[in-house]
């Protein structure tokens, strides 16, 4: 079995700290690959399936884990010839805490060594980029509207600084402009809302239950759409989420289905595991159980 680690050497924080302490010992154990600018972990993934790693491990939080996804892509058959690790040192690591995989170091690559792999849907969107036709994976979510424009405003040195609370900041920011409203249609049906979110699995945000009847091997996609997301609406709808971390079902549309088209009159961007990729319109689909991972 031959393990390689995909890693930022610049990254700050207690966790990348303590990575930092721990990688002489990862260094006898299998090889590290330290990314030097934007775009470097899926250059270095590709290279990694073609050399012939069969664990492709990603340390960092979600977006590293999507560059490193899609660098796995990238390379021909590179799903059938290698499977997806991950060692958690992100801000939220949605996608770890949808698989169980422990958010300590040291616990996540016992797991990673013991490579128990499950087959899961992998997500994909296909849009166009300075119009030219383009397709891109992603493992967990996707979010258009207020939420990728969140993403787009949140700050390095907040999110390091804040953590969670760096993307409500940037949410409130994003609130002051006017928002699109967006269209989701699957199977003949439509809903629309200023906010739409996708999942492929149950959590968004960290642990909050935003898709409860998702699942990460059942061939679907949830669609949550908030039809107004204006500061008043948030304030009604944000105490019995905080409480609970689930949605009042009375405040949201929902929507299921393997393909999911999305446009929007006036402009609206997107993001998936929390990166900022592009604007509508978009589809969105899933490749049932492609997706090799290594989990507890």
């Not at 805490?97 to 797991?111: D, F, G, M, S, T």
């Not at 003949?188 to 935003?210: A, C, D, Q, T």
Request: charged fraction near 25%; charge should be positive; proline fraction near 5%.
């Amino acid at each position: 079995m031959r393990i390689c680690v995909i890693f930022n050497p610049a990254a700050r924080g207690n966790k990348a700290r303590r990575f930092k302490k721990f990688l002489n010992e990862l260094s006898q154990q299998c090889a590290l690959k330290a990314t030097t600018a934007p775009g470097d972990a899926r250059r270095l993934a590709q290279a990694a399936v073609a050399t012939g790693y069969d664990i492709i491990a990603a340390a960092g939080g979600d977006g590293t884990v999507n560059e490193v996804l899609n660098g796995i892509g990238d390379e021909p058959d590179g799903f059938q010839r290698a499977r997806l690790g991950v060692l958690p040192l992100g801000t939220v690591n949605v996608f770890a805490r949808e698989l169980n995989i422990p958010l300590k170091l040291e616990r996540a690559w016992r797991a990673l060594k013991r490579a128990n792999e499950m087959k899961i849907d992998l997500g994909r969107v296909n849009y166009f980029d300075d119009g030219q036709p383009t397709q891109r994976y992603f493992m967990q979510l996707a979010g258009v509207g207020l939420d990728a424009r969140a993403v787009e405003l949140v700050s390095w040195k907040l999110k390091k600084t804040a953590g969670p609370f760096a993307y409500v900041v940037a949410g409130l920011q994003a609130l002051t402009e006017k928002q699109a409203d967006i269209a989701a249609t699957a199977g003949g049906k439509k809903i629309s809302g200023e906010l739409v979110l996708l999942g492929n699995g149950r959590f968004y945000g960290g642990p909050f239950e935003i898709f409860p009847e998702a699942g990460l091997c059942d061939g679907q996609l949830e669609v949550c759409a908030f039809p107004k997301v204006d500061l008043p609406a948030l304030l009604k709808l944000a105490p019995g989420f905080l409480a609970r971390r689930k949605l009042s079902e009375h405040r949201v549309a929902r929507l299921r289905g393997e393909t999911i088209e999305l446009t929007s009159a006036t402009p609206a961007a997107f993001e998936l595991d929390g990166e900022w990729i592009g604007h509508l319109p978009a589809t969105f689909s899933v490749e049932r159980q492609k997706l090799r991972v290594i989990v507890p």
